[in-house]
């Protein structure tokens, strides 16, 4: 009789530790500032066009080397020459390799955006601009602005994964229809070997649209389903605006070249955004908020094990 009282007592305190323990395994990340991932963007378009090869680009990139100098996240770059058959130069290009070590133990994966801004407008209003670039305010630099404000928040408590940062060159280099010439940067990166060193991969790219709509994008799917589940789940909790839990599109975008390189990977593109290849891909038609939904909700899943571990 003693004993069953015993027994049912530590099986109670057991119960307890258990519910306790479970409750405390979720970490709330620390606070998204989406002001300075706002800055981050309006810098970056401040440089004007980051076509590769330019002096936008190369100071764009020195911006990223004192930012990551600053929260003392080792950062190196990976130089690369293309041979632009349009012109019939070579075309230098970086890429821009942060790597964030939480714990050596800790899976590693990879995060990229891509930092070159497009050398033509395809679709201007004003013809005249016809072959000017375009600032991309959210067609790369809002990636990229985001992942800055990542890093941020890394260096004031650490995510439970270790975490590079990959900002590429010339993702949007290719004249429409010419797929060949397009994710060279990221193409580039997955040639260096790549394969089996990240446990996932997520791309951002044009998130920063004020009116957000994210899909599941179909190559993503077909990649790592488990990954856009927990991702959807994730925006749905939070109730972030701008994630739409349905599939639509097939896009060609960087998340590919890791893919190809065995790297289960996601893109998380707003392919809705009107202003996509024109002149008025600026800050105005960008928002805080949008940055802030897409931030929120890659954190939440990097700072939580029983999130990110169902993934592939
Ligand atoms: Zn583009």
Redesign the pocket.
């Known amino acids: 009789m003693k004993k069953t009282t015993f027994t049912l007592l530590y099986l109670l305190i057991g119960c307890f530790v258990m519910t306790s323990c479970q409750s405390n395994s979720y970490i709330t990340p620390p606070k998204f500032n989406a002001q300075r991932a706002f800055e981050y963007l309006e810098k970056q378009v401040a440089f004007g066009p980051r076509v590769p090869g330019s002096t936008a680009s190369a100071e764009c990139r020195d911006f990223f080397y004192t930012i990551f100098d600053s929260l003392e996240i080792p950062v190196d770059s990976q130089a690369f020459v293309f041979f632009d058959l349009y012109s019939q130069t070579n075309i230098p290009m970086v890429n821009v390799v942060a790597s964030y070590v939480a714990n050596p133990d800790f899976p590693t994966i990879v995060l990229m955006a891509h930092y070159d801004s ?1 050398p033509r407008t395809d679709y201007p209003t004003d013809k005249s601009l016809l072959n000017k670039p375009i600032d991309g305010a959210s ?1 790369g630099a809002s990636g990229v602005a985001t992942l800055l404000e990542l890093a941020h928040m890394f260096t004031q408590q650490a995510p439970s994964l270790n975490v590079d940062f990959v900002f590429v060159d010339g993702e ?1 280099w290719g004249k429409s229809g010419d797929i060949q010439f397009y994710m060279l940067g990221s193409k580039e990166f997955a040639r260096k070997g790549i394969r089996g060193k990240y446990k996932f991969g997520i791309v951002l790219d044009m998130i920063g649209d004020k009116d957000l709509t994210i899909y599941r994008e179909q190559y993503s799917e077909n990649s790592n389903k488990e990954l856009n589940d927990i991702i959807f789940e994730t925006a749905a909790k939070l109730q972030v605006d701008g994630f739409i839990d349905s599939v639509k599109y097939a896009i060609s975008d960087d998340h590919l070249s890791l893919i190809t390189a065995g790297i289960p990977s996601v893109d998380l593109i707003d392919f809705d955004y009107k202003y996509w ?1 024109t002149e008025f891909d600026t800050p105005e038609n960008c928002s805080a908020e949008s940055l802030e939904s897409v931030g929120r909700v890659v954190a939440e899943i990097l700072y939580n094990k029983s999130l990110w571990q169902r993934t592939k």
């Open positions: 497009r067609d949007d290849h």
